[in-house]
Every structure is written in C-alpha cells, then in structure tokens.
C-alpha cells in the first residue's frame, strides 16, 4: 500500500507536469510563430522555443521517472536512456544560463569595454551559442558516458535496493573532479551574469525611487517587477543543483521522503520559471490569456 507522501508526491508531480506542458507549450507556440511570421531569425524568440522545447522534454522524462520510482510503469536502467536525460537537462541549463546572459547584456548597465561590446553583439552571438552549448553537451554525453553511467547506477541502485554496494570507486578523483566542473560552469557563467542584473536593477529601483515625487511613482514597479523575476529565476536555478548534490548524496542514506522531495523541487524549476517568463512578457502573456479564453469558450 502506498503511503501518504507518496501519494502527495504523485499528485504534486501530475500538477507540476501539466503546468510546464501548458506553459511551455504557449511559449513554443508563440515564439515559433514568431519566428515564421517575420521570416528571420529572432534571438530571443529562438532561446525561448528552444529552451521551451527541452524543459518538455526534461518534465517527461522527470514524470516517466516518477512514476518508474513508484514501478507504475515498467523501469529499465540502460545507458542509452541515462545518457540522453543527461543530455536534455544540461542542454536545458545551458539554454537558461544563455537567457540570463541575454537579460544582463540587455539590461545591466556597466562601463567596460568588453561588457558593451557584448550588449552590441549579444544578439548575433546567441544563435552560435545555442548551437554550440548544444554540441558541446552532446560531446560530453557521448564521451563521458561511461563515468556518468556508473554514477546513476549507484544513484539508482542505492534507492532501489538497501543492499547495494556503491560503485563510485570505479572513477578516478580526476575524472569526477572534470564533471564536477563541466557541471558548475553554466552555474557559474549563470550567477555571475544574473547577480550584474540583480545589482543594476537595484541601482536603478533605488535611483528612481530617490527622484520620485508624491506618494507614489508608477514607473517604479517595472524594475521592481523585473528584479523579482530575476531573483526567483536565480533560486530556481541554484535550487536545481542544491537538490542535485542532495540527491547524490544517497551515498549517505538520505530518507526517501527527503528523495521525493527533492525530485519535487527539481521538476519545479521548468514549470514554474516558465509561468514566472509568461507572466513577465507582454507578448507572452496576451497569447496565454487568448488560450485559456478560447479554451473556456470551447468548453
């Protein structure tokens, strides 16, 4: 009989997931749209579609493994399948770290040379960035396929069985040392570029504050709005490697409820970081509104 927390857990999963295919999906269908409407290639409308794309593919991949966990559907442990979700969830954070990029090259305002070469170039820069994160990450699922397998079958076999023996052995303090570093540099690129927007928006909040007349200044709300979408992109993002390296640390025995747990923060981040991006962009936002409307008159 299943308990309590993991009937809960279960719940949350399903609502997580049709929130991210529904928000998700609105992304990829209005920035494709737009994408083919004005017949050339829109930076910021490409980042959104392809990010969009794989966080779809990063929550059904999380929701099949739900399900595996609590054997609902029927779990087989091959590279193959390994090797891909790997693929698809760091291609995603290269995706996000490339969005933070993109906000602070268009928002943060600092007087260095490099920085303002980046702000003029940003957008001809992103599509080669994209395509290169992408290859870049195949390349390092493909080559370091080995290690990364033995990892999850400690992962996996210490959840699933008690009396299973680790196999972290197996890989040399070199080796993990490189993917842990491999793994911490779009966190890294990420917080750096994420923390420039938070402090210029800051700046800019406080200025506009200092200069504002009467009871209230209605401009104020923009940066306030935009610095509290930046703030909560920044814990959603730092919450998925936290959750990561606690889960990982099943060489410790953590308690399943704290595992269900922390698979239920990490599938938060795709869904809820992409409401938080409907709800923080105009175009976004009114073609969200039609849908759901439609969706009422439909009914």
């Not at 193959?80 to 490339?98: D, P, R």
């Not at 023996?165 to 570029?193: G, M, N, R, Y």
């Not at 599938?267 to 509104?289: F, R």
Request: proline residues 3%; glycine residues 2%; hydrophobic residues 55%.
């Amino acid at each position: 009989m299943l308990e309590i927390y993991i009937i809960a857990h279960l719940i949350f999963s399903v609502i997580q997931f049709l929130v991210g295919i529904l928000a998700n999906g609105i992304i990829v269908v209005v920035s494709g749209t737009n994408l083919i409407k004005q017949r050339k290639m829109v930076p910021f409308d490409l980042l959104l579609c392809c990010l969009a794309v794989f966080r779809i593919c990063l929550q059904m991949a999380i929701t099949y493994m739900n399900l595996a966990t609590f054997f609902l559907v029927e779990f087989t442990l091959v590279p193959g399948n390994f090797i891909i979700f790997m693929y698809v969830h760091e291609s995603e954070l290269w995706l996000a770290t490339w969005l933070s990029v993109f906000y602070c090259a268009k928002i943060a305002t600092i007087a260095h040379p490099l920085f303002f070469w980046l702000k003029l170039r940003i957008s001809k820069l992103m599509p080669w960035l994209i395509l290169g994160s992408l290859l870049y990450t195949a390349l390092n699922s493909i080559f370091q396929s080995k290690d990364r397998w033995i990892i999850s079958q400690n992962f996996w076999l210490s959840f699933f069985s008690a009396n299973a023996t680790t196999q972290i052995k197996d890989i040399s303090v070199l080796q993990f040392a490189l993917f842990a570093i491999e793994a911490s540099l779009p966190l890294l690129i990420f917080v750096i570029s994420a923390l420039l927007v938070i402090f210029s928006l800051g700046r800019h909040t406080q200025q506009m504050m200092n200069t504002a007349t009467g009871p209230r200044y209605p401009r104020v709300s923009v940066p306030i709005s935009a610095l509290l979408s930046t703030l909560s992109f920044l814990v959603l993002y730092l919450s998925q490697y936290m959750m990561v390296a606690l889960v990982f640390s099943q060489i410790l025995k953590i308690p399943n409820f704290i595992f269900l747990f922390c698979m239920l923060t990490f599938n938060s981040y795709p869904s809820v970081h992409s409401v938080i991006l409907i709800l923080g962009n105009l175009k976004l936002k009114q073609n969200a509104k039609k849908f759901l409307l439609h969706s009422k008159c439909c009914q």
